[in-house]
Every structure is written in structure tokens, then in C-alpha cells.
């Protein structure tokens, strides 16, 4: 794992998996603390789940106010807030201030020019950009693998930036997409379940020996 990129687990939603994953060397877990998505989980509820676990908390909202979003964030001690709506730049840059933690901003794009407007809008305002694809009517749990040429994808991101790469990704993908995209962090949630919410404990340590095992070239950007 030394040599490749930094592993986020998303989207869990049990004491067991949050334990497993931390166990096999998660670098961040993630909870979905915005209400109404099929893995979000109640922010005290959150917080006894993550609890005393090495790896890195990422609180996942979605059109969350920004005092919402540093009370969600703050419930959990968050070291990462990854937004998945249309908040504004100025909501953002703003929330960035408020706490010790990075801001991710969320992005499912179906075309490289969708990602270079983001990435206008938002950069001077974030710490990192989690990059998808987009399947309409889908927020979480169901993205759809990035189908974009990776240099293009490499070049429109700021190399000052953390780069995520996430969307579809399992155990047979990630090596693959990690050697094309070469991202900072791959983040998987839907990908290692054997049911929604429900992480599967094989599925898990084959995506981290997946992970161990891509080759790297660097990014070139």
C-alpha cells in the first residue's frame, strides 16, 4: 500500500465494518451525515461508530447550511468535509475557516469541461476535489466509473489540490484505474458491499490488496 495511492472507505453504516477497515489500514472513513440518502446515518450515532479509530473522519453533506455543516462536522470530530451538493463558493471558502478540517468538494461529470468549470469555481476554495461519474437522479452508493480520458482528468486538476477518485469502483477496477488516473486517494463505499450499508469483509481486504498491488506513473500535472 506504501506505494499507492491513500484508501477512503464511504458510506459505512456499522461499528464491524468501521473497525475491519481501520484494521486493514484505512487512511479515512467516511459517514453520510445529510439525511434522506439510503447510508446516511444520525450524527450521534456517527460519532459511537468512528470512535477511537487511527484512520482519518470524513463527514460526507450534502445543501447542508454552513452552520449545519460545522455542527454535522463537529459532532464527529471531522478531520474532512466532503460536499456532494451545489454549495456555494462563498458557503465553502467560509466553512473552510470555520474548523481544523480540509474541504473536499464533490464532483460527477460525464465531460472534461464539466470538471474544468468546477474547478474554476471552487479551487481557490477547497483542499481536494473528489471526481466521479455522473449518473443522474444518483447522489452515493450508485456513482458511475469515471469515463473520462485520465490525461485530460490530470491536467484540468490542480496538482495543489488532493485529487479522489471514486464512482464504481471495486477490487477488479481500482488497479486499472489508479495506474490510468494516478489520484492522490480512491474511495470506495458500494463496491466492497454485499448489501447496501453492509460492507463485506473479502470484498474489503481484496479492494485494499487491489490497491497494493497497481502500478503507479506519476501524475504529470
Known amino acids: 500500500m506504501s506505494d499507492g495511492p491513500l484508501i477512503k472507505i464511504c458510506g459505512l453504516q456499522r461499528r464491524e465494518d ?10 479515512f472513513v467516511g459517514v453520510i451525515l445529510s439525511t434522506g440518502f439510503g447510508r446516511s446515518v444520525d450524527q450521534s450515532v456517527a460519532a459511537a461508530l468512528l470512535e477511537g479509530v487511527a484512520a482519518r473522519k470524513v463527514a460526507v453533506v450534502v445543501d447542508e447550511s454552513v452552520e ?7 459532532s464527529i470530530d471531522a478531520d474532512v468535509i466532503q460536499l456532494h451538493g451545489g ?28 470538471i474544468e468549470q468546477a474547478v474554476t469555481v471552487y479551487q481557490g476554495s477547497v ?36 485529487f479522489v477518485l ?18 492522490d486517494v480512491v ?11 453492509g460492507k463485506d469483509p473479502d470484498l474489503l481486504r481484496s479492494f485494499f490488496a487491489a490497491v497494493g498491488r497497481a502500478p503507479l506513473s ?4
Open 18 to 27: 468501521v473497525l475491519l477497515a481501520d484494521l486493514l489500514g484505512a487512511d
Open 87 to 114: 454549495e456555494s463558493p462563498d458557503d465553502v471558502a467560509e466553512l473552510r475557516t470555520r474548523g481544523p478540517w480540509r474541504v473536499w468538494k464533490g464532483l460527477r461529470c460525464a465531460t472534461l469541461g464539466e
Open 166 to 183: 471514486a464512482g464504481g469502483l471495486t477490487a477488479d477496477i481500482v488497479g486499472g484505474m489508479v495506474t490510468q488516473f494516478c489520484p
Open 68 to 74: 449545519s455543516m460545522v455542527d454535522l462536522a463537529s
Open 127 to 162: 483542499d481536494g476535489f473528489l471526481v466521479e461519474g455522473r449518473r443522474d437522479g444518483v447522489i452515493g452508493g450508485g456513482g458511475a466509473v469515471l469515463g473520462i480520458e485520465p490525461e485530460g482528468v490530470r491536467g484540468a486538476l490542480p496538482s495543489s489540490r488532493v
Open 187 to 197: 474511495d470506495v463505499s458500494s463496491g466492497v458491499e454485499s448489501h447496501p450499508g
Open 218 to 221: 506519476p501524475r504529470g500535472h
